[in-house]
């Protein structure tokens, strides 16, 4: 940890955040010269206080201990780009239209990368007049199962979340274009088109 960065880092936040040194001790604790001592660059705040001040700031633990807020640049909307993260203990489910740094149960998580559907593995699509009805005849077990599926393009995201021992099934508007993206516990993340382009 650089005591410079991440004083200075405290001291941006602190005052995004309107707080004075006063203020922000008080919610700590802590004496307001130990604040500007961090934002000196003379010491940094206790172990103990850190996911404190990070709650405060509305940023996480490891942002405050880099010193910088590193921000992404706008992917333009794509929703063909977006990121899929799925946590391996609790099962949540988390997008993101660009990079992320994604935790879930005290874990980090990598985004999943899709991989096509083989034909034994592809959702069944039956357009039943103005809508599209997805099925699937895959296992749907508590051990063994699909969590969500989704519909994709350029500017759509619709997910449908599945649970264990229900049918796989889903009913969404009729599309031309786009693709199906679904997460089985075991088989991982797959996808298959809506229509062939």
Known sequence: MDQIKTGALIRALRTKHGLTQKQLAEKLNISDKAVSKWECGNG????????????????????????EIKCNESEVGNMKKIRF?????????????????????GNKLAPLEPRKAGEHEKLKIENTGGELYITSDHEMT??????????????TLMIF??????????????????????YCNKCGLLWQPVREQ
């Open 44 to 67: 940094s705040p206790d172990i103990s206080i850190l996911t404190e001040l990070a709650d405060i700031f509305g940023t996480d633990v490891r942002t405050l201990l880099s010193g």
């Open 161 to 182: 979340k599945q649970y264990p021992e229900w049918t796989m099934q889903a009913r969404l508007p009729l599309f031309r274009l786009g693709r199906l993206v679904w």
């Open 85 to 105: 993260y799925v946590c391996g203990e609790c099962g949540n489910m988390i997008t993101a239209t660009s990079e992320a740094s994604v935790t879930c149960c």
């Open 142 to 155: 508590k051990e063994h199962f699909i969590s969500f599926a989704a519909y994709q393009n350029d500017n």
